[in-house]
């Protein structure tokens, strides 16, 4: 399997190939590949490779432990590798490596044709801001919630995307990201290789810039939304949401199904990641505070659902108090 080296963005597109399900596992706790519907798609591809040399439900159910222990709080990892299991379960050991391969092609598959669906749902928006103003909509989001993170388009970049490419005027608030930088590395890499106008701003400028009317609505994505609409995304999403709120503009998170956890009662329950305390504490090669100082570094943070404008999903836009009538079963 190939894939976009996403560690070595922006600066060189390289490739980085996994022949093992170790090699999948490994290349989704280091961020090769990051994103939460790319660490589902990728999982299942994992799912693939681990079949190539054992199909024992046993070796794949290791495998599948393995492949979950990489990342906790983005949910379509757990969703994508109990669809891997189910398919398996069905089949008998000389069947499951082909079933397996050709399951992560569909889940690619869905997950291209699910965003093109958010995108719709999320284009109107723009479109009726558009008209509404008259002049360049202002866009805001955080991280990277665009074609890297999942197949194509992406979820919270694929209004923006389509409202490009229909000649809508659009400009993108896109902030840093700290401590990985996914913003500045991998959200304004493929904005400025679509042409899309976006300019990037340090992570505590979104106050700012929220406040002082410099910004339409806010789309972000989700790695988890639970069943009340609590919304797990990269950590500084919230902030983003109570500046929205103070300010009256519009705040949308941006999911496929796959990401919704109908089993997660609300946020409190939503697992998250805690990644090494170096990520916070090396910045270009050297420590930015004193040697006895420690760091904590949350990835990820919930935003409450009633912060929360609305969903945009591939059954179009939804009130947080609906989504759990309107996921599917
Ligand atoms: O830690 P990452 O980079 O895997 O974080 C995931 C994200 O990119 C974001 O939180 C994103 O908004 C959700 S993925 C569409």
């Not at 490739?15 to 990051?34: E, K, P």
């Not at 339409?216 to 994505?221: M, Q």
């Not at 069943?227 to 500046?243: M, Q």
């Not at 009633?306 to 947080?320: C, N």
Request: a negative charge; proline letters at 5%.
């Amino acid at each position: 399997m190939v894939v976009i080296d996403q560690r070595r963005l922006p600066h060189a597109l390289l490739h980085a190939r996994w022949y093992t399900v170790a090699n999948a596992a490994a290349g989704i706790a280091d961020m090769t590949v990051r994103g939460a519907p790319l660490i589902g798609v990728s999982a299942a591809y994992g799912m693939a490779l681990a079949a190539r040399s054992d199909t024992s439900l046993g070796a794949l159910h290791r495998a599948a432990d393995l492949l979950a222990a990489t990342r906790p709080t983005a949910v379509n990892l757990r969703w994508a590798l109990e669809r891997c299991l189910d398919v398996a379960r069905e089949l008998n050991d000389s069947d499951r490596e082909a079933a397996l391969r050709a399951f992560a092609v569909v889940l690619a598959d869905e997950d291209v044709d699910q965003c093109r669906r958010i995108g719709a749902a999320g284009l109107d928006l723009i479109r009726e801001r558009a008209q509404q103003a008259g002049r360049q909509v202002q866009v805001m989001t955080h991280c990277n919630a665009g074609r890297l993170a999942c197949i194509e388009l992406g979820t919270a970049t694929s209004p923006v995307y389509l409202a490009h490419a229909e000649g809508i005027d659009v400009h993108v608030w896109v902030s840093e990201t700290r401590p990985r930088n996914q913003g500045a590395a991998l959200t304004a890499w493929e904005l400025a290789d679509a042409g899309i106008a976006h300019t990037l701003v340090v992570d505590n400028a979104a106050g700012h810039l929220l406040t002082n009317g410099l910004v339409d609505l806010v789309i972000v994505g989700a790695d988890r939304v639970a069943a009340n609409g609590d919304t797990a995304n990269k950590i500084g999403t919230s902030l983003k949401a109570y500046a929205a709120a103070v300010a009256g503009v519009p705040f949308y998170v941006a999911l496929p199904w796959s990401t919704f956890d109908l089993g997660c009662p609300d946020g409190a329950s939503i697992p998250i990641e805690e990644r090494d305390e170096d990520e916070v504490l090396i910045v270009n090669g050297g420590p930015v505070g004193p040697p006895a100082t420690r760091a904590r570094n949350w990835g990820f943070d919930v935003t409450p659902a009633r912060f929360v404008t609305g969903f945009l999903t591939p059954a179009g836009r939804i009130a947080p108090t609906d989504m759990a009538a309107a996921a599917p079963r």
